[in-house]
């Protein structure tokens, strides 16, 4: 139990780290679009970013799946990247949009599993019982990207409802800003892939 406590405590500070921030870009760029009242839609949205992650967290702990780390480094900030674009570029927010988004979420949370899987393997070690450290790091990780949500959909909140700033100019400015933000680390990091 105190290993669990340990684990979840190093997962939710790993994703609300200001030193590792695209991990929060991504999750308010994700999200950036609903308002408070969407949160079953947000709820869908941030559980299909959890399977995907949770699946290429596990295989890569576990060494089943081995990755390019400065590969993965730079898709995370393309994962950002595209999900801003989809939202400068959506003016209409439809079904399909709306399902678009799901499966973006899922296949981005593939790349993002694997980012974090490079922190994980650095705590644990040559541990060979990794299943409940694994558990509660993931556990963490979801108690932290929740925390990020739930101040995004505030701040969406406060915004749009209580400053009666149309909604589309919101997300036109986050979505921008946090595309400027992103393109820059792609461009950084694009520099620093090693193909070996």
Request: net charge positive; hydrophobic share 55%.
């Amino acid at each position: 139990m105190q290993d669990f406590g340990l684990y979840f405590q190093l997962g939710w500070q790993h994703i609300c780290d200001w030193q590792g921030y695209d991990h929060i870009l991504f999750v308010t760029v994700l999200c950036g679009t609903y308002l408070l009242a969407d949160w079953r839609k947000v709820l869908i949205l941030v559980t299909a970013f959890t399977i995907g992650h949770s699946i290429t967290l596990a295989l890569s702990v576990l060494n089943v799946v081995k990755v390019n780390t400065s590969l993965i480094e730079f898709l995370i900030p393309v994962t950002i990247v595209l999900t801003s674009l989809v939202n400068i570029l959506n003016k209409q927010r439809s079904a399909n949009t709306v399902r678009f988004s799901y499966f973006l979420a899922l296949i981005f949370g593939l790349i993002h599993g694997l980012g974090f899987s490079n922190y994980l393997k650095s705590l644990l070690g040559s541990s060979t019982n990794i299943t409940a450290q694994l558990f509660a790091f993931n556990v963490g990780l979801e108690f932290g990207q929740v925390l990020i949500v739930l101040t995004v959909l505030i701040l969406a909140h406060v915004i749009i409802k209580l400053l009666k700033t149309p909604r589309r100019d919101w997300v036109l400015f986050l979505s921008s800003a946090i595309f400027g933000i992103a393109f820059i680390m792609c461009i950084e990091r694009f520099v620093l892939i090693k193909f070996t």
